[in-house]
């Protein structure tokens, strides 16, 4: 049973997670060969404050890894 694990600094609302976890199990179970109900996915949210880059963490860096805003 394969688990794809994703760790986000950035929390996105419930569809945007729905569309995520649908099309990773999609990508994965055709690349891999598998059939897509044995594949599980989980992400995990993170506050800003609790990743660091270069020594800072996103919160207090201003970066944002979005690529809409």
Same mark, same amino acid.
Request: without cysteine; proline residues 6%; charged residues 25%.
């Given at each position: 049973?394969?688990?794809?694990? #994703?760790?986000?600094? &950035? +929390?996105?609302?419930?569809?945007?997670?729905?569309?995520?976890?649908?099309?990773? $199990?999609? $990508?994965?179970?055709? #690349?891999?060969?598998?059939?897509?109900?044995?594949?599980?996915?989980?992400?995990?949210?993170? +506050?800003?404050?609790?990743?660091?880059?270069?020594?800072? $963490?996103?919160?207090? &860096?201003?970066?944002?890894? &979005?690529?809409? &805003?």
């Amino acid at each position: 049973m394969p688990l794809i694990h #994703v760790l986000n600094a &950035s +929390p996105r609302d419930a569809e945007t997670k729905r569309q995520l976890i649908a099309e990773l $199990t999609e $990508t994965y179970a055709r #690349v891999m060969e598998m059939k897509p109900g044995t594949i599980r996915v989980v992400i995990q949210e993170l +506050p800003r404050e609790n990743w660091g880059v270069g020594g800072v $963490t996103l919160a207090d &860096s201003g970066q944002d890894e &979005s690529l809409t &805003s």
